[in-house]
């Protein structure tokens, strides 16, 4: 499912801007006071968040949003996340909001965890992508908390990549892809999760998970006391014509250079398959697997986390495959993870990183 990522894409101003050095400060005062300077003058900030960086402006300007989508290259169609820092912001970004949305904000805010409702006025029809629905979250990250106070915004943010690499779990990644595209990213340390926010829609008749992540529709569901739904398009990506609930759903993401390929196996399937790989034709070739996979493996290899710890995959998952391509991979045969709990939310990346390429040896 290869998809021409710049389709609907601004070309009408420059960017990167000449002559434009990316500045990066420390997350403490005098960071978050610059951050919240350059926001509330319409400008973009790369804000550290629990999930990943995100590219943020004031959520309630227009212009400021429209630079957004420049900077990253990003598909028009393709809706932002609304950032908040306190419950009572929910009236001013969303309307019609049911109780739901209270049950798992009490839940699981300030977290990694975005609420899809209806989209109130205030809020430029840009930001949701000409939806009339819009994505909100209140992240947990004492930085992220500390410019969404300090500036009084609600802040549109998708994560700082450019459009279709990997997300960026650390500054100096965000850097790398932003440095001349905007004046400041403020450097909180890695990312705790390491991949994007779970997002849950609220507009549909049952509550529908459309991307996973940290929060899962089992922790969601204890919370509401009956199912959430996963949309298929999480494991499946989009039949050809279809439209997609989450407009993000249906672009090449996350690839680093690289062509990657799944593996379905266990340790041994797996580590007989790409050693056998690596004796045909090795150049070019690494391994993206599980630490138990390493000492069995007669090729180049990065880790992404032990086989039974989820979180630890999600948190390194981006960071592995920016890593793939520092070292010059060309092709990766990816351990494939689990896919219920939190590693859905990686494996959700991870095949989408592998444009829906999976070979299966059990
Ligand atoms: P990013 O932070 O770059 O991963 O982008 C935010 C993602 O949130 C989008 O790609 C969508 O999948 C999702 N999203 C944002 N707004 C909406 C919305 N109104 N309806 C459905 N999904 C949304
Ligand atoms: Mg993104």
């Known amino acids: 499912m290869e998809i021409d990522v710049t389709q609907g894409l601004q070309t009408t101003a420059e960017c990167p801007l000449p002559g434009l050095e990316t500045r990066v400060l420390p997350g403490d005062a005098a960071g978050v006071q610059a951050a919240a300077e350059l926001l509330q003058a319409g400008q973009l900030v790369g804000i550290p968040t629990e999930t990943v960086y995100g590219l943020a402006a004031n959520a ?16 028009q169609d393709n809706p932002l996340i609304v950032h908040i820092a306190r419950l009572s912001q929910l009236t001013e970004i969303a309307v019609n909001i049911p109780q739901q949305a209270y049950a798992l904000a009490e839940a699981f805010w300030p977290g990694p965890l975005t609420v899809v409702l ?19 979250r209140m992240p947990s990250h004492p930085v992220a908390q500390a410019i969404l106070r300090q500036s009084g915004l609600p802040l549109a943010a998708p994560s700082g990549n450019l459009s279709g690499k990997p997300s960026p779990t650390s500054a100096h ?9 905007i004046p400041l990213i403020v450097d909180g340390g890695e990312c705790g999760v390491g991949v994007e926010s779970t997002v849950v829609s609220l507009c549909t008749p049952q509550p529908t998970v459309l991307r996973p992540g940290a929060v899962t529709a089992e ?19 989009l039949k050809e014509g279809e439209t997609a609930a989450s407009p993000g759903m249906k672009y ?3 690839a680093p250079k690289a062509q990657v390929t799944l593996v379905v196996g266990d ?10 790989r690596a004796q045909q034709d090795g150049s070019g070739l690494m391994a993206l697997c599980f630490a138990e996979d390493a000492p069995l493996l007669q090729l180049p290899y990065i880790e992404y986390g032990g086989t039974d710890q989820p979180e630890q995959q999600a948190q390194h998952v981006f960071t592995a495959l920016r890593q793939l391509d520092e070292k010059g991979a060309q092709t990766v045969l990816a351990h494939c993870p689990q896919t219920t709990g939190v590693a859905l939310a ?11 390429r999976v070979i299966q040896l059990s």
Do not use: C, W
């Not at 969601?220 to 949309?231: D, E, I, K, Q, T």
């Not at 340790?267 to 056998?276: D, I, M, P, T």
């Not at 990686?346 to 829906?356: C, I, P």
């Open 60 to 75: 309630k300007d227009a212009a400021a949003v429209a630079q957004i989508f420049l900077a990253k290259g990003r598909p």
């Open 118 to 136: 209806p989209r109130g006025e205030a809020i430029p029809a840009s930001v949701s992508a000409g939806l009339d629905t819009v994505a909100v």
């Open 173 to 181: 990644y965000m850097l790398e892809d932003m440095q001349g595209r």
């Open 219 to 237: 922790q969601m569901a204890r919370v509401l006391g009956y199912p959430v739904l996963l949309s298929h398009a999480i494991t499946e990506g």
């Open 252 to 254: 090449k993401h996350y």
């Open 267 to 276: 340790a041994r399937q797996y580590a007989a398959y790409v050693n056998s």
């Open 346 to 356: 990686v494996y959700n990346r991870m095949l989408r990183a592998a444009a829906f």
